[in-house]
């Protein structure tokens, strides 16, 4: 892990880590409330088919990982040897799987229960974008589209059911997300080269015009992350994306009160990390909370759980802690 002291960026895309806040206190909320019973049924994952906001957080998080990803490599490439660049983005996602897999650890009668997750999915799927990263956009494109297809295909199979059965698709449903992340850094690496949110725009519409045309073929599933899901959240993320730089990075060059860290941007810089202490939180949550709270109990406890990892993301951002793995 970096210890980071902040830097003086006047190239910083301010947007990024609003981006990345605001996905973080998504995830915190909308993980925390499935526990309880009594909560509507617009925000949980959707059942098997069909799509709520919350099927759309995970993929907006790989997104914007990619985003990262393209830039951190680029700057590393400046003042580091290939080998030492490539070495440490292994050991970086070989690091998040390991947490996840502590995180997911099990312990019953039978022994230790390894299980997969989604820190597991976003390690995995970091060190597939390593092999790729450096690929001709085209190239990328058509690895992503054949990994896709690929699990489609699996899922008209017996092994569809497996799929949904397993914690973000375990193993095999990495296929899809790992096309998912592939098609991000394909549209992130276009616009980091030529700095115009156009590419947002121009890729988040076809993806998701995509995505909504094979919908009627194949159905949209977050948990069998059949291809038009993968397609469709795609193009939502980068279409949400655009409108977030074209704020706070477009018009907030022209007006400074914009161009400041913000209550969401200050959670953006110590994403990864925020989201791993909301797992502890969250175990300590489940351990005293009754399952049976109405509604109003269930929300405020999200809530309250949304407001801790501020805090805590509030005072790294006041002491310059900023935690990269």
Not at 28 to 56: C, M, Q, R
Not at 129 to 158: A, E, N, P, W
Not at 247 to 256: A, H, P, S
Not at 283 to 312: E, G, K
Request: charged fraction near 15%.
């Amino acid at each position: 892990m970096e210890n980071q002291e902040k830097p003086a960026n006047q190239n910083r895309i301010l947007s990024i880590d609003v981006f990345k806040g605001f996905i973080i206190l998504l995830m915190v909320f909308v993980n925390t409330i499935p526990f309880f019973e009594n909560i509507p049924s617009w925000t949980k994952h959707a059942p098997d088919y069909g799509l709520t906001y919350v099927d759309l957080i995970a993929p907006a998080f790989i997104f914007i990982m990619a985003l990262n990803f393209n830039i951190s490599f680029a700057k590393r490439e400046q003042r580091n040897s290939k080998l030492n660049v490539y070495l440490h983005f292994l050991i970086r996602n070989l690091i998040i799987i390991g947490i996840g897999l502590f995180l997911y650890l099990g312990i019953d009668e039978s022994g230790i229960l390894l299980r997969w997750g989604i820190l597991q999915v976003l390690g995995f799927s970091g060190l597939f974008l390593l092999l790729v990263i450096k690929l001709h956009y085209i190239v990328k494109l058509v690895i992503g589209l054949f990994f896709v297809t690929i699990h489609q295909f699996l899922l008209s199979t017996f092994i569809g059911d497996i799929i949904f059965d397993m914690i973000e698709g375990g193993i095999i449903g990495s296929l899809s997300w790992i096309s998912l992340i592939i098609f991000s850094s394909v549209i992130c690496k276009e616009f980091l080269e030529n700095r115009h949110e156009k590419y947002f725009l121009i890729f988040g519409l076809i993806f998701f015009t995509i995505g909504f045309v094979t919908t009627f073929i194949w159905g949209l599933s977050r948990f069998r992350i059949t291809l038009p899901f993968i397609f469709l959240s795609v193009g939502i993320s980068s279409l949400v994306f655009y409108l977030f730089y074209l704020y706070f990075d477009r018009l907030g060059n022209k007006k400074d009160s914009i161009k400041k860290d913000n209550f969401l941007s200050i959670m953006g810089k110590n994403s990864l990390i925020l989201f791993i202490f909301h797992f502890v939180i969250n175990s300590f949550i489940y351990q005293v909370s009754p399952v049976d709270l109405n509604m109003t109990l269930a929300f405020s406890i999200a809530i309250i759980h949304c407001f801790i990892i501020w805090i805590i993301a509030y005072g790294m951002f006041k002491l310059d802690l900023f935690i990269k793995i």
